[in-house]
């Protein structure tokens, strides 16, 4: 398994919110969409390095503190990210 970035939950809740999905539009600067998706991608690593480390309930509390339209944007965007990995939605090694 890869290393992940190791944050408390806390420290990922206020990446999803400092990334700031949600107010992505087309119109968005280049260099603004750019920070905005790293940070996300920052914040993905890390829940995914809580999932390893407290499980589901680790990740549903990080999760519960995001209001709606941030829960949708990340969520959206961590589904594309995953889907690009080499695990399928069982969680099994695509050969």
Known sequence: MPDRIELAP???ETLIH???LEDLRHETPAADRERSLGQAATALDALCGLADREGADGVWDVL???DRAQMLAFTTFAVVELSRTAFSARGEHID
């Open 64 to 66: 519960h503190e995001l």
């Open 10 to 12: 806390g420290q990922i």
């Open 18 to 20: 400092t990334a700031a």
